[in-house]
């Protein structure tokens, strides 16, 4: 009986099929828009814009200087405008073991001492002589685990005649650079997020979890730490701490800064950097995942979520901020930041104010859809502003006026952004090979 009612009134919605809803296949209804143009109220991201008041303001950099070394990107802006002698040549060699990096992302190579030092996806660590990169000098394993297929994290630096280097499963550990002996080594407690830093005989190391550890640089012995808040996401990044004139600067991700003390790590100031557009979708990930920038006495800090800040070093005074989101370190020199936004554009402003001299796009898309290859940079070279891409593409910008100078190919699947010393540009592809550009 119930069966025969609901088949009778099945027939009757049939036979007034205005009545019908649409969503049981009857007709759309006809809806009448009011008059006018429609935003779209989620859209709320804008692309960065040049400040019309600085137009006629020249951006001034310094004439190429020669540089013999590249030991992480703080150090590397002492030079701030390094040669190149040119991209004509180019050599190439496994790194490490040969491990190639499944996730797209390596650890960036170092330069000291006319060795280049690189680590492949599992660990293992590879010096070549700079002027020969297919010359390795030895491997040192020492931050291998056993049936781990990679290392997620972590990284090398080079201090005092010593490789220190870290891993995403806990290890620090210190190694002879000319021999690749290795001295000490420890667990941390925590996945290291990026390359350690080292200043004045402290090595200090930023952890997945948000903690800022210390350790004698001699021994490896635990000396302080500092927890941040813990997040339960975020993005995957390699980002290290940077010490100047005996304060550490560390960037969590959960968009907290903290200058700490060198010799105790007790706080001398703290600040955060959120999301001003809460429509954003990296806004649910507030953190900073690219290495802070201190210079001339000035922290420069950029988050995920849409936010770049300047703070004075020793107090945290604010200066200025902009509506900027990138997950790059940005590059400095002369009277300019040269960022790479994660909107695809790459940007040059004052240092003084923030204001935004010029804006070039990278964007590609096709049918509306972006499909903008991972970016690497910016860095200032060669009287170019240079950002790589993992589709093989190099791209060389004017510094003053942001007009696209040059592209070039260069090998696909680059995995970490490049560096430059003695003219020579390298570059990590995620098959675990080192290219020379000279």
């Known amino acids: ?59 001034d950099i310094p004439d190429q200087q020669a540089n013999d070394s590249w030991i992480s990107i703080n150090q590397a802006m002492t030079v701030s405008h390094p040669g190149i002698t040119g991209l004509e040549d180019s050599s190439s060699t496994s790194i490490g073991d040969g491990n190639d990096f499944k996730q797209g992302q390596a650890p960036t190579p170092i330069v000291a001492e006319g060795t280049v030092y690189a680590m492949d996806a599992v660990g293992n660590v590879s010096a070549h002589d700079a002027k020969d990169i297919s010359n390795v000098r030895y ?45 000490w080594k420890t667990r941390v407690g925590a996945p290291v997020r990026g390359a350690p830093s080292i200043s004045e005989g402290y090595v200090v190391v930023l952890t997945a979890d948000n903690q800022t550890l210390a350790f004698e640089a001699k021994t490896g012995a635990p000396l302080w730490d500092h927890r941040g808040i813990r997040e339960t996401a975020g993005f995957f990044s390699r980002t290290s701490p940077v010490i100047s004139e005996g304060v550490v600067v560390s960037a969590y991700s959960s968009g907290e800064m903290v200058a700490l003390r060198l010799n105790s790590g007790s706080v001398i100031w703290a600040d955060s950097v959120g999301s001003p557009i809460k429509t954003r979708a990296a806004a649910a990930f507030s953190g900073i995942d690219a290495d802070p920038l201190v210079q ?81 940079g910016p860095l200032l070279a060669g009287n170019a502003v240079v ?16 007009k696209k100078l040059r592209t070039l190919d260069i090998p696909d699947e680059v995995a970490a952004s490049p560096v430059v010393a003695n003219g020579v540009l390298y570059l990590v592809t995620a098959d675990a090979t080192l290219h020379a550009f000279k």
């Open 1 to 59: 009986m119930r069966f025969t009612l609901l088949i009778a009134a099945l027939l009757t919605l049939t036979a007034c099929d205005a009545e019908i809803p649409s969503w049981m296949g009857g007709k759309t209804p006809k809806i009448n828009k009011l008059p006018g143009e429609r935003y779209d109220v989620l859209a709320t991201e804008t692309t960065l814009k040049p400040d019309e008041a600085v137009q006629d303001l020249p951006i």
């Open 296 to 376: 001339d006495g000035v922290v420069y800090v950029v988050s995920a979520s849409g936010v770049m800040m300047a703070n004075a070093l020793l107090n945290g005074r604010p200066l200025w901020g902009q509506r900027i989101a990138s997950h790059q370190t940005p590059w400095a020199a002369g009277n300019a930041l040269f960022v790479l936004t994660d909107e695809h554009e790459v940007a040059a402003l004052f240092k003084r104010d923030g204001t935004v001299r010029w804006v070039s796009s990278l964007k590609q898309t096709d049918r509306g859809r972006d499909v903008t290859p991972k970016l690497f």
């Open 139 to 183: 491997v040192n394993s020492t931050g291998v685990e056993e049936d781990e297929p990679e290392i997620l994290g972590g990284g090398i630096a080079y201090d005092g005649g010593d490789i220190y280097a870290t891993t995403g499963f806990g290890k620090l550990y210190a190694f002879d650079a000319k021999t690749g002996k290795t001295k």
């Open 387 to 402: 950002v790589v891409d993992n589709d093989g593409g190099f791209i060389a910008f004017s510094p003053r006026t942001g």
